[in-house]
């Protein structure tokens, strides 16, 4: 037969398994709650503007191996073609409009970060405190990545404009069609450069966390000093 635990007893349980959250009560690191999420919510404001000026800068993804903006998988049979017919620097002038997209897009994330940070509840703080070194980061994506991909489609789209990559690859693309045995590449150059934009800034985003939590250089505040020194 199945046991029946009483209702009581569970919330008891619960309570000392630390699933009920009393803001007042110290972790086991000496910190209260309410300064171990106060600490997070440091740590991802600075993290993630930190993150924003790397890489709205020019050449913060060109010169980034990490977070490039490389040609994409369905236009590489097209690039390494143009490439044996003399056209390298146009080529070349593609994958460096699409990181100049990239870098100009990015600045846009940052109030949809800090909207997110301000929701922190002390709940997710306590378990993304030592949910290893990029945490904050996972928590951060999952809960805004599809509205910053919302906000990213359109300025990407303008900026891809703005510093010619639309005409640069429709140029190329139609140099390609006059080749014989081959068709102009099916693929959404603003959305992948829009992934490819959304990835790079979450991964600059990881490296700050990870700094804050590893390195007390990069603890900038008392406050970061106090939450990520314990």
């Not at 980034?64 to 017919?85: C, K």
């Not at 190329?172 to 992948?192: C, T």
Request: net charge negative; with cysteine; proline share 4%.
């Amino acid at each position: 037969m199945r046991r029946i635990v009483p209702l009581f007893l569970l919330i008891t349980t619960l309570g000392c398994a630390g699933l009920v959250f009393d803001p007042s009560v110290p972790t086991s690191g000496g910190l209260d709650r309410e300064t171990v999420i106060a600490g997070l919510r440091e740590a991802l404001r600075i993290g993630s503007q930190r993150a924003v000026d790397r890489g709205g800068v020019l050449d913060g993804f060109l010169a980034n191996e990490l977070i490039r903006v490389l040609i994409p998988d369905e236009l590489d049979s097209m690039a390494r073609t143009l490439r044996r017919v003399g056209l390298d620097r146009q080529v070349d002038d593609l994958e460096v409009a699409m990181n100049r997209a990239a870098e100009q897009a990015v600045g846009e994330a940052r109030d949809v970060f800090w909207d997110e940070i301000r929701t922190l509840t002390i709940p997710e703080a306590m378990s993304i405190l030592d949910d290893g070194p990029t945490g904050a980061t996972d928590h951060l994506r999952s809960r805004t990545a599809a509205e910053i991909r919302g906000r990213f489609r359109p300025i990407v789209v303008r900026k891809m404009d703005e510093v010619g990559l639309s005409r640069i690859y429709g140029q190329l693309a139609d140099r390609y069609n006059e080749l014989p045995f081959v068709s102009r590449p099916a693929i959404d150059l603003g959305e992948y450069v829009t992934d490819q934009a959304l990835d790079g800034l979450f991964t600059l985003l990881g490296e700050e966390e990870a700094r804050i939590r590893q390195d007390p250089i990069a603890r900038t505040t008392e406050l970061l000093r106090r939450v990520f020194g314990r």
